[in-house]
């Protein structure tokens, strides 16, 4: 389709579109296939707020990425602070832009050259925002495609007004832990760093949870406070419904023995015991722990009972390290990378073990990954950029560890 010479042509291809579908979610899917294609864009989003939580979820999309079962917080990155501050933004090119602080594009693996966020006003306020994006290698968007998406915006907004329009919720699960506004600072020589700049983030109880983020953004301080290894320097944590912000010395203990297990990249077993006796040293230190005959037999390693780590392939000593973590029966485990080391055959074994303890249906696991493949076996895939948690992304069919590839 060839781009149209006037505002009104546009205008009005957009507005059949959005008027044309009984269904709005469809007319709205719609509008951005057709924007997008006049304006040469890669991809879009309508974004709808839910006023209650403060949370921005997507009510269609289009372009390459799928982002139904997104959401984000109002005021996070370029969207959300087009919707706190209902005020359209414009960046030609995101390259140029020094206050340029990525988008849930570039969050979910579009790097976007050229960008048009504008909120989406109904008469008394901003019940969501409308994004386009080209990525990079792509073309430039104009002040008059601006224009062209803020007359959408306006008509889509009275649609939905109209209609009225519910963002899916999936069920929630209880919450076995929350945390608020979590900061957390590091001295480096004279420079205060701020690693952690105000995590909000709910755990709950029987959840595959996948960590995504750049490297250094701050994944492994957030999963050392989860665990109790390291405090918070501000910001609250609540421990199914208890304030646990503060825990004294004893319920600390306790919470790691019982509650927490650990998986970690580097296996960290004790090389003069055997593979069962390192899973037997922990149970015994547990308050609850479980059979550690039945702890080898679910990583499958039952005949290797009676060899040490130093015997045991890098896939092998990361099972007993799982089993070594199950055996605690603990609520939630967090696993830093724990196939970062290791090739696929051997990866996805232990992810198959994984994907067996949540499916066992006590245990919640929150696991870091560099690996985007991993992030689709997860129930939810929590993002985070400079130390927030720019995009949470429900996974509606998540994936088998058989089926991955990477
Ligand atoms: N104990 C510490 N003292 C000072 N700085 C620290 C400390 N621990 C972490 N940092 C800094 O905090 C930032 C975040 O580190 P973190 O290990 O959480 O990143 P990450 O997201 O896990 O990265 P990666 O993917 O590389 O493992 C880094 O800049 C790191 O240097
Ligand atoms: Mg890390």
Known sequence: M????TLAAATWLISSALLEVEDLEA?????LDVISTQLKAEGGAIWILNEDTG?????????????????????????????????????????????FEGDIFDDQGLKTRSLICVPLNDLKKTIGCMCLVTARGGSLFTEEDLKICEHTSALAAMVIDEKGFSVYLPPEKPVLMELKGITKEFLSGEEVLKVLQGINLKIFKNEFVVVLGESGCGKSTMMNIIGGMDRATSGTIELEGMNFTAPNEKALTEFRRSYIGFIFQSYNLMPNLTARENIQFIAEISENPGNVDDALAMVGLTDRAGNFPSQLSGGQQQRISIARAIVKNPHIILADEPTAALDFKTGQEVLRVIESIVQKGNTTVLMVTHNVEIAKMADRVV??????VSSIKYNAHPLHANELVW
């Open 2 to 5: 060839k781009k149209p010479d």
């Open 27 to 31: 007319a709205l899917t719609n509008t």
């Open 55 to 99: 949370t921005l979820h997507c009510a269609a999309c289009t372009g390459p990425l799928d982002l139904m079962g997104v959401s984000f917080e109002s005021g996070i990155g370029t969207e959300g602070k087009v919707v706190s501050t209902e005020t359209s933004v414009f960046l030609a090119e995101t390259e140029k832009t020094e206050s």
């Open 383 to 388: 993002k985070l950029r400079s130390g927030k």
